[in-house]
């Protein structure tokens, strides 16, 4: 059975993956997103014990920064990646259901849910390792990348 834990940001791996998770984001979209946009941080990956998993950051977007050009999707951090299909890759779900977690926000113009993976499921070798590595017991459920 899946849970859902609330991140310990004080750790060093967990603000490390925040920092990843926004610099990722940023550079993707040309956006200025910071932890203070952050409503919630949280680990999930499905069958991951409870304090394991993927990091989650809830983001809300202001009123001041909308409308942005964050979009649904998988975003890979490298060009490479499109090619090499392992490699971190931002992905920002439409919401919750499938192998998303329950605490994922639905996609809107004001909120959205991202977090990193291993590699872009996209590419047939990316599917592998982002299902060993980021979503079966193989992978250790790492925070992220």
């Given at each position: 059975m899946s849970r859902v834990t609330p991140a310990k940001s004080g750790t060093p791996p967990l603000a490390a993956c925040e920092s990843?998770?926004?610099s990722a984001l940023n550079n993707r979209f040309k956006a200025q997103f910071t932890?203070?946009?952050v409503t919630r941080r949280f680990q999930f990956s499905k069958g991951a014990a409870d304090g394991s998993?993927?990091?989650n950051l809830n983001i809300n977007v202001p009123?001041?920064?909308q409308p942005t050009k964050v979009a649904v999707g998988r975003f890979p951090v490298n060009p490479a990646t499109y090619v090499l299909g392992a490699g971190a890759t931002l992905h920002i779900p439409p919401g919750p259901g499938g192998a998303d977690s329950p605490?994922?926000?639905p996609f809107s113009a004001s909120q959205f849910t991202a977090h990193l993976d291993s590699a872009l499921p996209y590419n047939p070798i990316g599917l592998f390792a982002h299902l060993i590595q980021d979503m079966s017991n193989l992978g250790g459920y790492k925070?992220?990348?």
């Open positions: 990843a998770i926004l932890a203070g946009n998993g993927t990091l009123a001041s920064m605490l994922t926000l925070p992220c990348p």
